[in-house]
């Protein structure tokens, strides 16, 4: 891990009218990292994912992404950049099997044309094999073998969070948001994600910024967290700091009046 | 190549016919892998080279003549190639069960003293390195699959992919490649070549010593039964330090020169077994029981059209199938219409199952349902029995085609010779017959007999056809207050192939007569509750329910006519029976963690019960106290009314100790 800064947001507000989500919120994530962010229902935590990756576009504020500044992103261009992503609620082609989905993820990084791939000849077979290559890879490494060619709307949820997060994963991103991956999990799915997560990071260096609702997963995974309430920042620092803190304690256990 | 020494000395140790085939079938497939969703095939030149470069490395690492090398893991084809280079040095492999826990594999090398580890993955690396402070012997252990081993630094660790590397880099010189072929000439088949442990479902598991040259024997004589050859193919799915596993894929695939499809995971081993197509299979009952559930269901849920077909044709398949498999005379009539079946249901059934191109299938392990054999049987899957053991490297009794009953699992395998003792047990004496219990004579004394023939411990009788039928492990056995033969399991078995009934325990040693205590199966006997309008609210009311006792009543008195059309059995009819107000359970010590009935246990926790079956009382109850596994109290209540099924052909119930 390394000091310089991935992704940078300096003063970053964001309003849907009248109704304000973001106000004034800084912070930074850093190469290599797993950085999450929490707070309480309500706090502006998956505004902030939406902002990293372009599907909202703030106010005021500065978002610095690989040393380019500029205030609006739109996603796709944020996925070409290498910023991927899961969904609190699942996002998959449920009708598709788990290999396709995960295949969907390299659609950015297919080169030829529609035509070609359709015919399924000469270079546009070799660059299939090429992905498909990747996403077995990626099968492999989430153990989900056994669901290759499985439709995944029949998967428990615990698997189609898999399979998301190998769609993520898929695009081989530099930056990786996880809208609270491990939501509505058992403890032996959470702990298998969160080895995954960790696993991801470190075997492929892929930088990750997370919402999660368990503390205590947050605390084991994460390098650096940042707490919201009510749209502001309340804290920012390694988990032990982030416990201590009277502000975040005071915003989840409530203060005495 | 050196073909008179080929020829003269190249075929009783695995590492010589390891060698033989590259000669002979070098271009053939010997060993597949699925992996990153495509299958990867090794000739078996190919096999034999990476195993010299693997024996080259074991060699580097120390391995010599003698020691034991344990092996943890699926099966991949390095871990097969690990097991052959071992033997190439003359050391003995040991193969481990992958699921075990570390305390049972640390048992197992505390006893074979193993030198090397090799492993599968982090996982088993994980369960060695809590181990290896107690265990003095072991110099190193090697791994295949590098993921997840970034972060150790344990240096008895190194990866089996890098010990291949330098293995091949030096068995490539002349002299050393020299050294290579003289010391798998050295090999003698009486050399101890692989040390199997028994699975200790029977009490502490054992080291079983088996030779070279009687595992080749073995397999040679029912490679040649089943005349399987270098076209057929298995997928090798059974774990690795069981007997099958080393039999029918790595001694009959040596022998016959077939190829070993080791499937991608196990959660995958179905898809696996469809897109490999095995011609030579083998499932254990359980299996095949889960195939046939599947596909109720799934018909359950076809159209009524699809439902109609697949019955008119199963009832087809059922009428002639079995003669059809048998190569029977069938009229042309009955033959058409079995073909017409075939090709709409029957091929395309077998094809989703995996069964498409099997020529020889095996069961064996426990009792086989007669209907769910007859299944399988009538599409036209060749489904044999067998009954074995590891003492006996698998093979004592095996069915050959066209002569295959569901209850009895064959006569003697070639060259085997089998007697039954006087109490019963089966005893054999056979080409693979094990050379001893690893470091324990005593124990290998007491399994042998005076004259040199092994003790199965399992209680059976020879049919009329020369057909063995196994009855319960010989110690259960017992016999009724008239002499007559009473093997408990056997009957609990007969009863519980009715998907009415969940458990039995059948009683009656020194008793007069057999009466069963009886478990419904909620889930069966519920869906039968509700479509005849039967009310229930609980397991207990149930159970009570007189309607159901009924139901029980008649599956009691099936069993009954079965058992009197057996000479042997016909005796040990069940006189009475209750149902129990409680479901067995392995929490409450009732049923082991593999549920089995502790049969003794049982007898002694509802004693009241059993009492009142032999006391000829009407109805039984039981109150008692008891203790449960964990040391909670509780109570046990409940009664239930005695039931008494019709014989057949046996005098009336004995009936001086009515007078309760």
């Known amino acids: 891990m390394s000091e310089e800064p991935l992704l940078s947001l300096q003063n970053v507000s964001l309003a849907f009218g009248g109704v304000k989500a973001i106000t004034d919120v800084s912070f930074d994530i850093r190469k290599g990292e797993i950085r999450?962010?929490?707070?309480?229902?309500?706090?502006?935590?998956?505004?902030?994912?939406?902002v990293v990756n372009g599907f909202y576009h703030p106010q005021a504020g500065e978002i610095t992404y690989q040393g380019k500044t500029r205030r609006r992103m739109k996603p796709h261009e944020a996925a070409a950049q290498g910023i991927a992503r899961t969904f609190q609620n699942v996002a998959l082609f449920k009708g598709m099997t788990t290999l396709d989905n995960i295949m969907t993820g390299r659609g950015l990084r297919m080169h030829r044309g529609l035509f070609w791939q359709a015919l399924r000849f000469g270079p546009a077979r070799r660059e299939e094999?090429?992905?498909?290559?990747?996403?077995?890879?990626?099968?492999?490494?989430?153990?989900?073998?056994?669901?290759?060619?499985?439709?995944?709307?029949k998967l428990p949820y615990g698997l189609q969070k898999r399979v998301e997060l190998g769609r993520a994963l898929a695009m081989e991103p530099k930056l990786l948001l996880l809208d609270e991956p491990m939501a509505g999990m058992n403890r032996e799915e959470k702990e298998d994600m969160s080895r995954f997560i960790v696993a991801a990071n470190r075997q492929f260096g892929t930088t990750v910024a997370l919402i999660e609702h368990d503390i205590g997963v947050v605390m084991d995974l994460s390098d650096r967290v940042v707490v919201l309430e009510y749209g502001r920042k309340i804290a920012d620092g390694t988990p032990d700091e982030v416990k201590a803190d009277p502000n975040v304690i005071a915003a989840y256990l409530g203060v005495a009046h | 190549m050196d073909a008179a020494r080929a020829s003269a000395n190249s075929d009783d140790t695995f590492a010589k016919l390891m060698r033989l085939n590259a000669w002979v079938r070098g271009e053939r497939p010997a060993f597949r892998l699925k992996e990153f969703g495509i299958w990867r095939t090794w000739t078996w030149n190919e096999a034999y080279r990476e195993t010299r470069a693997l024996a080259q490395g074991f060699a580097d690492l120390g391995l010599e003549r003698g020691d034991r090398m344990a092996v943890a893991g699926a099966n991949r084809p390095k871990l097969y190639w690990s097991i052959c280079a071992a033997q190439m040095l003359g050391a003995i492999p040991v193969p481990l069960y992958a699921d075990s826990v570390a305390e049972e594999i640390a048992a197992v090398l505390e006893v074979a003293g193993a030198k090397l580890i090799v492993v599968q993955d982090q996982e088993q690396v994980d369960k060695m390195l809590t181990i290896l402070p107690t265990l003095r012997s072991v110099e190193r252990v090697l791994y295949e699959e590098p993921r997840g081993m970034e972060d150790y630094d344990d240096p008895r660790l190194a990866a089996l992919d890098d010990v291949i590397a330098s293995g091949r880099a030096r068995v490539a010189e002349a002299k050393l490649s020299q050294a290579m072929d003289a010391r798998i000439d050295e090999g003698r088949g009486s050399d101890p070549s692989v040390i199997l442990f028994t699975s200790g479902t029977t009490g502490r598991s054992k080291g079983v010593v088996l030779s070279g040259e009687r595992c080749i024997a073995a397999a040679r004589d029912t490679v040649a039964f089943d005349n399987l050859t270098d076209r057929d193919e298995v997928l090798a799915?059974?774990?690795?330090?069981?007997?099958?596993?080393?039999?029918?894929?790595?001694?009959?695939?040596?022998?016959?020169?077939?190829?070993?499809?080791?499937?991608?995971?196990?959660?995958?081993?179905a898809e696996d077994l469809r897109e490999i197509g095995p011609t030579y299979h083998f499932a254990p009952p359980r299996v095949f029981e889960q195939l046939l559930t599947r596909v109720t269901i799934r018909m359950a849920d076809a159209s009524a059209f699809k439902r109609w077909l697949f019955q008119h044709f199963m009832s087809v398949a059922r009428r002639w199938g079995e003669t059809i498999v048998n190569r029977q005379p069938v009229p042309i009539l009955a033959r058409l219409h079995y073909m017409l079946g075939s090709l709409l249901i029957f091929e395309p059934l077998k094809n989703t199952l995996g069964f498409s191109r099997i020529r020889v299938a095996y069961t064996a392990g426990e009792a086989i349902g007669a209907d769910l054999f007859a299944f399988y049987r009538s599409l036209g899957l060749n489904l044999k029995q067998l009954y074995g053991q590891t003492e006996a490297f698998l093979y004592v009794t095996a069915q050959a085609d066209g002569a295959v009953r569901s209850d009895t699992v064959g006569p003697p395998a070639p060259n085997v010779v089998l007697r039954l003792a006087a109490d019963g047990?089966?005893?054999?004496?056979?080409?693979?017959?094990?050379?001893?219990?690893?470091?324990?004579?005593?124990?290998?004394?007491?399994?042998?007999t005076p004259d040199?023939?092994?003790?199965?411990?399992?209680?059976?009788?020879?049919e009329p056809d020369g057909q063995l039928k196994i009855l319960d492990r010989a110690k259960d056995v017992g016999?009724?207050?008239?002499?007559?033969?009473?093997?408990?399991k056997y009957i609990e078995n007969k009863l519980k192939f009715f998907a009415n009934i969940r458990e039995a325990v059948a009683l009656g040693d020194k008793h007069d007569f057999v009466a069963v205590l009886i478990n419904i199966e909620l889930v069966a006997v519920g869906a039968w509750a509700e479509r005849n309008g039967v009310s229930y609210a609980s397991y207990q009311e149930l159970a009570g329910r007189p309607e159901v006792a009924e139901l029980v009543k008649r599956h009691v008195e099936a069993v009954n006519k079965a058992l009197s059309q057996e000479p042997a059995m016909?005796?040990?009819?069940?006189?009475?029976?209750?149902?129990?107000?409680?479901?067995?359970?392995?929490?409450?010590g009732e049923l082991t963690r593999t549920q089995k009935v502790r049969r003794r246990f049982i007898a002694e926790r509802y004693a009241p019960m059993v009492e009142g079956l032999f006391s000829g009382a009407a109805e039984a109850s039981i109150s008692a106290e008891i203790t449960f596994e964990d040391g909670r109290k509780g109570r046990l209540e409940g009664r239930a009314l005695i039931h008494e099924p019709q014989t057949f052909g046996l005098a009336p119930m004995p009936r001086a100790r009515v007078a309760a």
């Open chain 2, 570 to 588: 016909a005796g040990a009819q069940i006189r009475r029976f209750l149902i129990l107000p409680k479901e067995l359970d392995a929490d409450d």
């Open chain 2, 237 to 269: 799915y059974l774990p690795l330090a069981w007997v099958g596993d080393h039999y029918l894929n790595y001694a009959q695939g040596f022998v016959a020169g077939f190829c070993m499809a080791c499937p991608e995971s196990a959660a995958t081993a």
């Open chain 2, 479 to 488: 016999r009724l207050s008239n002499g007559q033969l009473f093997a408990p």
């Open chain 1, 129 to 153: 094999i090429e992905h498909r290559k990747v996403c077995e890879e990626i099968i492999d490494f989430l153990e989900i073998e056994a669901i290759r060619k499985t439709p995944v709307g």
């Open chain 2, 452 to 462: 040199g023939f092994v003790r199965t411990g399992d209680a059976g009788v020879i």
């Open chain 1, 36 to 50: 999450a962010i929490i707070g309480p229902n309500g706090a502006g935590k998956t505004s902030m994912l939406n």
């Open chain 2, 425 to 448: 047990e089966v005893q054999f004496k056979s080409p693979g017959q094990f050379v001893d219990y690893f470091g324990e004579p005593e124990k290998t004394a007491e399994t042998m």
